[in-house]
């Protein structure tokens, strides 16, 4: 598992997570950004340096996400980052997921 702070200068604002599964496929596990610091693009610019991060550290053209299908902010984030919803409703009715491909 690789796990980030997502720094404002010293200010650490968020946290990410990616991780390679059993199963060799590239999971975006955690990405939040704290309350006091949405809206600011952070995560915007967080999500593109992840992104990156893993495009370059691994050969999979791949990467899934999940989460709940009211949270319609991360929702316009992922989407505007390239991920498309995929399954609704595999593991839970709460629950969607999301696949970049690059």
Known sequence: ME????????????????VLDESG???LT?????QAHQGKGYGKA???????QMQNNFDNKEVWLSL?????????????A???????G???ADEIFLKLTF
């Open 68 to 80: 709940h299908p009211d949270n319609n902010a991360a929702i316009r984030l992922y989407t505007a």
């Open 90 to 92: 595999l593991e839970s």
């Open 3 to 18: 796990i980030f702070g997502i720094y404002h200068d010293d200010l650490m604002v968020g946290f990410a997570a990616y």
């Open 82 to 88: 390239g991920f498309v919803i995929t399954e609704v």
């Open 30 to 34: 955690r990405f939040m950004i704290d």
């Open 25 to 27: 496929d590239l999971n």
């Open 46 to 52: 967080a999500l593109q340096e992840v992104i990156q």
